[in-house]
């Protein structure tokens, strides 16, 4: 079965941080682009960050830039999302997302074919 299973999630104060781990059981993530989102309840997705697997090379949305690094490790086909400075806004359910080609980053989350089911991540005092 092809998925994309999101971890790593959890509760944190601000000015802390949290790694988000994206994982591909049952297929080869070297084939597609990966993306991150997240979402909170009633508000539109908000595109987070993106790796092109075929370059390596990365995007980050505004304001998660400087704070934010997303990474793969081949080996064992995860993606992760290093979040530090964690702020009270950053606070969101976050997806992980598969384009269609290796090369594939994008801010837009309909060009995306394959999502997890999330991690809740929650930035609180």
């Known amino acids: 079965q092809v998925q994309l299973v999101e971890s790593g999630g959890g509760l944190v104060q601000p000015g802390g941080s949290l790694r988000l781990s994206c994982a591909a059981p049952g297929f080869s993530m070297d084939n597609y682009g990966i993306g991150w989102f997240r979402q909170v309840p009633g508000k539109e997705r908000e595109w987070v960050s993106c790796i092109n697997f075929s370059s390596g090379s990365t995007k980050y949305g505004d304001s998660v830039k400087g704070r934010f690094t997303i990474s793969r490790d081949n080996a064992k086909n995860t993606v992760y999302l290093q979040m530090d400075s964690l702020k009270s806004e950053d606070t969101a359910v976050y997806y992980c997302?598969?384009?269609?080609?290796?090369?594939?980053?994008?801010?837009?989350?309909?060009?995306?074919?394959?999502w997890g089911q999330g991690t809740h991540v929650t930035v609180s005092s």
């Open positions: 997302a598969a384009g269609v080609t290796p090369t594939h980053c994008t801010d837009y989350d309909g060009s995306y074919y394959l």
